[in-house]
């Protein structure tokens, strides 16, 4: 059993900073890409960012040059700094892991957490 846990969402005015964490626990042998997702009311889900075990990033056109996503492999865990927040990034951010568990590689999800930036 996987378990990722996320935490530091919250309110925030718009041009304040927030920092998310994720870490990932349970059975785990190995974990390849990690990365956030974030679902506004009324829309689909959505890539913010990823990042490989080795550390290559990709991000969503939107976020570039505003959020860095980062990494500890040694403690399972995937940051998202989000800095110059809008009104249009409120929304659930969700992390996500590729992870490798008994042999069996599969996606496991977190069970998201609310971001609120008011104009």
């Known amino acids: 059993q996987v378990q990722l846990v996320e935490s530091g969402g919250g309110l925030v005015q718009a041009g304040g900073s927030l920092r998310l964490s994720c870490a990932a626990s349970?059975?785990?042998?190995?974990?390849?890409?990690m990365g956030w997702y974030r679902q506004a009311p009324g829309k689909q889900r959505e890539l913010v960012a990823t990042i490989t075990r080795g550390g290559t990033t990709n991000y969503a056109v939107s976020q570039k040059g505003r959020f860095t996503i980062s990494r500890d492999n040694a403690k399972n865990t995937v940051y998202l700094q989000m800095n110059s927040l809008k009104p249009e990034d409120t929304a659930v951010y969700y992390c996500a892991a590729t992870v490798q568990v008994m042999g069996i590689i599969r996606d496991y999800w977190g069970q998201g957490t609310q971001v609120t930036v008011s104009s």
């Open positions: 349970g059975s785990i042998f190995g974990i390849n890409a």
